[in-house]
Every structure is written in C-alpha cells, then in structure tokens.
C-alpha cells in the first residue's frame, strides 16, 4: 500500500466520515480491521486520509457499521475512487496546501453560500482587486509568490454549482486599492450578479441591531448535507469546519443575516448608486 504523504482535505474528510462510522457502530480499529483482514495500522491510515480505500471495502465497512444511508455511503464511494486530478495540482509544492484544498472544495461543491464583511470574496475579484489583497500581506510576498496566488485565484472563479453571496456595505465601500479599481470592483460585482447561478445580497450600514456581524463563512454544500463544509478564514490560512452540530449553527447563521439582507433586485440599485459615487 502507498502511503500519501500529504492527503487532500477531500481524503482526509473520507477518513473522518468512516471513523465517525466505526465510532458509532462501537467498534475499535482492531475490531474494524478483522472484518477486512488487515490491522489496525492500516484501518488508522485509511481514517487519517495516508491511505486510499477500494470502493468494495469501504461498502463491507459500512455495511459493518450498520449504516443504512445508501446515499451516503454511494458519496463516499464516489470520493474514495475519484482520482482525477484537479487543476489546482499544478501550483502543489508553489502555494501553501490550503489553497489547493479549498479550490478541490469549490470543484466539488453542489452550491455555495457565502457571507462577506470586509472584502469582496475571491470568486468575485477582479485581478487588480486581488493582487492589492494579496500585496497587503505581511511578511510581503515575493513577486513570483504573488503572482502565483492571483494566478490561482482568478482560475478558481469558474463557478458551476449555485452561489449566495451575502456581502455587507463596509466590503464593497473599503477600497483595497484606489478608486478606478474600486469602482472596476464594483461594476465587475454587478455584471456578475446577473449570472444564472450567482445571488447578491447587501447589508447595508443602516440596518439597526447587526449582531451577527462576525458570522464570516463560506458554506460549501456536498452530494449529501452529512458531506457539508464551512471554511473560515483563520490567521494562518482556513479552518475547515465539518461537525454536524457546527454545521447546522451555520446554516441557521446563513439564514438569519440572508434574512436581514436587501432583495437581489435592491441590492444590485444599491451597488450601481455606490459606482455612481465613484
């Protein structure tokens, strides 16, 4: 067996699905070994993503477990044997493993929800916009390392599956650069917005009683709602949320600040008032 020496988000997920799995049936990795016939090294590599497993096992593992979810168990399979290699593979070892694993997210992402507060969100930046982002950063990048990450943000920005953006006025007002690249922002951001699958919402600076103003998220929705994910920014790079319990605090935040939020209509009036003032 070939050991991965950096498993993806997408493997080590796998991993955590079959160990909640094992847990929930009672049984330890030795005994979960048996019914294979390998050991116990083996089922802790197949949990920690180190490992691949065929779609005949990991079926007899949950049949095991007495999981009856055939659903779940087919989307599991699917990531189990999916091996086809993203695009985001090419800048592996160029850029820190995060981004990659968060394009391998977006890719493999039945819809997306996302709340913004500060900046406009990457699926929707405009090449200047994200370069003076990314200028920003401290320690500052070198020229090759920053032109990697605009490089690979702007190949992200292929969105397939639905996308909700809720983004507050404070992100669409900070300008990130100067005023011609605030106001190309802006403009980009309406354009977009008239896109089958994208959805803007604002909350503008009016609203009384915002109190949910640190609930920035993306909300990645998998084949199946067990397979969710919530990314958040984190000062080293992101937290990949996955827990049932966490994951339905999420939606419920999703709800309540898309609630509070202007229709798509009104918001797509609000952002072309603010390109007007630019």
């Known amino acids: 067996m070939v050991l991965r020496r950096e498993p993806t988000a997408r493997q080590m997920r796998l991993g955590v699905e079959l160990r909640r799995l094992r847990e929930a049936a009672g049984l330890t990795t030795i005994e979960a070994a048996a019914l294979l016939g390998a050991n116990r090294v083996q089922i802790s590599q197949i949990e920690g993503g180190f490992a691949g497993v065929s779609e005949e096992?990991?079926?007899?593992?949950?049949?095991?477990?007495?999981?009856?979810?055939?659903?779940?168990?087919?989307?599991?399979?699917?990531?189990?044997?999916?091996?086809?290699?993203?695009?985001?593979?090419e800048y592996r070892g160029l850029l820190p493993t995060p981004f990659l694993?968060?394009?391998?997210?977006?890719?493999?992402?039945?819809?997306?929800?996302?709340?913004?507060?500060?900046?406009?969100?990457?699926?929707?930046?405009?090449?200047?916009?994200?370069?003076?982002?990314?200028?920003?950063r401290v320690p500052e990048l070198t020229p090759t390392e920053l032109e990697l990450r605009v490089q690979h943000r702007l190949r992200r920005q292929c969105?397939?599956?639905?996308?909700?953006?809720?983004?507050?006025?404070?992100?669409?007002?900070?300008?990130?650069?100067?005023?011609?690249?605030?106001?190309?922002?802006?403009?980009?951001?309406?354009?977009?917005?008239?896109a089958d699958r994208i959805t803007v919402r604002v909350v503008p600076f009016d609203l009384d009683g915002f109190a949910r103003s640190t609930s920035a998220m993306t909300y990645a929705g998998?084949?199946?709602a067990k397979l969710d994910t919530v990314v958040r920014d984190v000062p080293h790079g992101s937290a990949f949320?996955?827990?049932?319990?966490?994951?339905?605090?999420?939606?419920?935040?999703?709800?309540k600040v898309e609630a509070v939020s202007m229709s798509p209509e009104r918001s797509r009036d609000f952002v072309n008032r603010l390109v007007k003032e630019l």
Do not use: K
Request: negative net charge; proline residues 2%; hydrophobic residues 40%.
């Open 57 to 89: 096992r990991l079926r007899r593992l949950a049949s095991h477990y007495s999981c009856t979810d055939e659903e779940f168990v087919t989307s599991l399979v699917a990531m189990a044997t999916d091996r086809t290699p993203g695009w985001w593979e």
């Open 101 to 136: 694993d968060l394009a391998e997210l977006e890719q493999n992402a039945t819809f997306q929800r996302e709340v913004a507060l500060l900046c406009v969100p990457g699926l929707l930046q405009t090449e200047e916009y994200a370069r003076a982002v990314f200028s920003s």
């Open 159 to 194: 969105i397939t599956s639905p996308y909700e953006l809720v983004i507050h006025e404070a992100a669409l007002r900070i300008r990130v650069s100067d005023r011609a690249a605030s106001r190309t922002q802006l403009t980009t951001l309406l354009q977009l917005s008239e």
């Open 222 to 224: 998998g084949a199946v």
């Open 241 to 255: 949320i996955d827990s049932e319990a966490q994951l339905g605090a999420f939606r419920t935040r999703f709800r």
